[in-house]
């Protein structure tokens, strides 16, 4: 990880898991499921760039980002 990019002050992190892919994997298979967790990363990555976020680190079907200016953003769907 390049340190010269952390975030001063208040950081936000956040962790996200895909609940059951161990079970996932088995019912639909590892090309079948790790082409769904692609489809996850790219939607984590597109929320990443939109919000000006950073992946400090992805494993199997995590992420953890880092946001470091956070914003009261409106409901969903809202704008």
């Known amino acids: 990880m390049d340190t010269?990019?952390?975030?001063?002050?208040?950081?936000t992190v956040v962790f996200t898991d895909v609940v059951g892919s161990t079970a996932l994997t088995g019912r639909v298979g590892?090309?079948?499921?790790?082409s769904l967790?692609?489809?996850?990363e790219a939607?984590?990555?597109?929320q990443?760039?939109?919000?000006?976020?950073t992946e400090v680190k992805?494993?199997?079907d995590g992420r953890c980002p880092h946001f470091g200016r956070v914003r009261r953003s409106s409901p969903?769907?809202?704008r």
Not at 4 to 11: D, Q, S, Y
Not at 37 to 40: L, P, Q
Not at 48 to 53: A, I, K
């Open 58 to 60: 992805g494993t199997g």
């Open 30 to 34: 590892d090309e079948h499921a790790r």
């Open 76 to 78: 969903a769907g809202e």
């Open 48 to 53: 990443l760039g939109r919000h000006r976020g």
């Open 43 to 46: 939607l984590v990555r597109e």
């Open 4 to 11: 010269t990019a952390i975030p001063e002050g208040t950081v």
């Open 37 to 40: 967790m692609r489809e996850v």
